[in-house]
């Protein structure tokens, strides 16, 4: 998690898009890990994308984007 929030803050929007997408992975220990690292960097596209997580199927994505947006 901190690789890859340390990724979108230093690598600019293209870090940023790879992240966002990784929103869709099928894994939501992986969009759980996204969601903490989005919210950390607090960017309105970032903010965008997460408030779109609150609707996740798996109850612990919802709850992790609940504390970061």
Request: with cysteine; charged share 30%; net charge neutral.
């Amino acid at each position: 998690m901190y690789c890859s929030c340390r990724i979108g803050r230093n690598w600019g929007s293209k870090s940023r898009e790879s992240l966002i997408s990784a929103l869709s992975d099928k894994d939501p220990e992986v969009r759980s890990l996204v969601v903490e690292s989005l919210g950390k960097i607090g960017e309105e596209e970032a903010t965008g994308a997460l408030v779109q997580q609150l609707k996740d199927p798996d109850q612990k994505v919802r709850n992790i984007t609940e504390k970061n947006t």
